[in-house]
């Protein structure tokens, strides 16, 4: 059975950093997606990067430059690397495993970010 679980969130000034992470187990292929989206009280979920299972990366305009994501293979963890974090980052961060036609979600991370 495959479990995604996020980690690395907290509470951090304006102008820091934090690193999430998102370890996936129970995964029998290394082939998969994974995706960090988040979400901010009172609005929906957006995306912010993905790590193909074809190496490709993409990010959303409002992180580009400032979130890098990167992915350690022998783990199967995602890094989602965030800087120069503004108040507008705050949010819980979800992380979706996609296998095929199949998606897999963690239980997320908050991130606060105050000014």
């Known amino acids: 059975q495959v479990h995604v679980v996020e980690s690395g969130g907290g509470s951090v000034q304006a102008g820091g950093s934090l690193r999430l992470s998102c370890t996936a187990s129970?995964?029998?292929?290394?082939?998969?997606?994974m995706t960090w989206h988040r979400q901010a009280p009172g609005k929906e979920r957006e995306f912010v990067a993905r790590?193909?299972?074809?190496?490709?990366?993409s990010y959303s305009d409002s992180v580009k430059g400032r979130f890098f994501i990167s992915r350690g293979h022998v783990e199967r963890t995602t890094y989602l690397r965030m800087g120069s974090l503004e108040p507008e980052d705050t949010a819980m961060y979800y992380c979706?495993?996609?296998?095929?036609?199949?998606?897999?979600w963690g239980q997320g991370t908050q991130v606060t970010v105050s000014s």
């Open positions: 979706q495993l996609t296998i095929g036609n199949d998606d897999y």
């Open positions: 129970g995964l029998t292929t290394d082939l998969y997606d």
């Open positions: 790590f193909g299972s074809d190496q490709r990366i």
